[in-house]
Antibody
């Protein structure tokens, strides 16, 4: 059973950056993928991008290109999502989600990390 | 970008009733469509993948159908724990992209 544990809530100023971590445990999949999905208060789900740690290749949603960086540390099974040039509209819960393969859907989700952007 | 449109926005039903949720894609997604359930304060939960396959541990009352641009999630007989928001999601491989529908809320009538 895969478990994902995310880092804690953050409060950031507009224009700054935030880096959220997601540590995976309990699985022995080699070609898994970690995706990042966010949800603004009272809104729907929005995909930001994903990485396959064994390949080290990340793909990003067009909307976030140039502003988001997704990385992974295979040695610790931890993925990271860094979002820069924060604005108030980036206030959301950020989820990491685990897929057992690159073409698979995410069957495991982290608990979510609330990022609040406020001056 | 492929747009997914879910209908209705809200479905008001009683326990034991049948729920039928729709998801329409702006262009064909073949069978690359999933359904998720989300309850307040919780992460989404994968219910159905590749249009019609139940994820591990999902009860048989949940079923998915469709291909191309029109998809349906059916809950055959609503249990109290099924009242939640449901999202459809498609995945495109070239370029890699996921999009979600805006959600359908299934509420107790």
């Amino acid at each position: 059973q895969v478990q994902l544990v995310q880092s804690g809530a953050e409060v950031k100023k507009p224009g700054s950056s935030v880096k959220v971590s997601c540590k995976a445990s309990g699985g022995t999949f080699s070609s898994y993928a970690i995706s990042w999905v966010r949800q603004a208060p009272g809104q729907g789900l929005e995909w930001m991008g994903r990485i396959i740690p064994i390949l080290g290749i990340a793909n990003y949603a067009q909307k976030f290109q140039g502003r988001v960086t997704i990385t992974a540390d295979k040695s610790t099974s931890t993925a990271y999502m860094e979002l820069s040039s924060l604005r108030s509209e980036d206030t959301a819960v950020y989820y990491c989600a685990f897929s057992v393969c690159g073409d698979c859907y995410p069957g495991y989700w982290g608990q979510g990390t609330l990022v609040t952007v406020s001056s | 970008e492929i747009v997914l449109t879910q209908s209705p926005a809200t479905l008001s039903l009683s326990p034991g009733e049948r729920a039928t949720l729709s998801c329409r894609a702006s262009q064909s997604v073949s069978s690359y469509l999933a359904w998720y359930q989300q309850k307040p304060g919780q992460a989404p939960r994968l219910l159905i993948y590749d249009a019609s396959n139940r994820a591990t541990g999902i009860p048989a009352r949940f079923s998915g159908s469709g291909s191309g641009t029109d998809f349906t999630l059916t809950i055959s007989s609503l249990e109290p724990e099924d009242f939640a928001v449901y999202y459809c999601q498609q995945r495109s491989n070239w370029p890699l992209s996921w999009t979600f529908g805006q959600g359908t809320k299934v509420e107790i009538k």
